[in-house]
Nanobody, 125 residues
């Protein structure tokens, strides 16, 4: 089992920045790849970014490319999502997820085995 706990969400003005963190416990963190997804009110969950076990491979949704950066610190069992130039349309609950396929950088939620509870990000215009 893997437990994932997100933090770092909040209210920010458009153009501002936030850094989300996802702390993992329960299994060797470096044995799985990680992803960030988000879900806005009334919308389906969508992929944001993914990173392989080593951090050597990353993958981004087109909507966040160039603005968001995913990274991980295996010594701290934590994955991060640095979000810059935030827009109102980035408002959503952000979830981190873990996949037992360590080399994966998938945009598909079905490829992930464990999910956190989410953290709210609200961007005001």
């Amino acid at each position: 089992q893997v437990q994932l706990v997100e933090s770092g969400g909040g209210l920010v003005q458009a153009g501002g920045s936030l850094r989300l963190s996802c702390a993992a416990s329960g299994r060797t963190f470096s044995s799985y790849s990680m992803g960030w997804f988000r879900q806005a009110p009334g919308k389906e969950r969508e992929f944001v970014a993914a990173i392989s076990w080593s951090g050597g491979n990353t993958y981004y949704a087109d909507s966040v490319k160039g603005r968001f950066t995913i990274s991980r610190d295996n010594a701290k069992n934590t994955v991060y999502l640095q979000m810059n130039s935030l827009k109102p349309e980035d408002t959503a609950i952000y979830y981190c997820a873990a996949s037992l396929i360590a080399t994966l950088t998938s945009a598909h939620g079905v490829d992930y085995d464990y999910w956190g509870q989410g953290t709210q990000v609200t961007v005001s215009s």
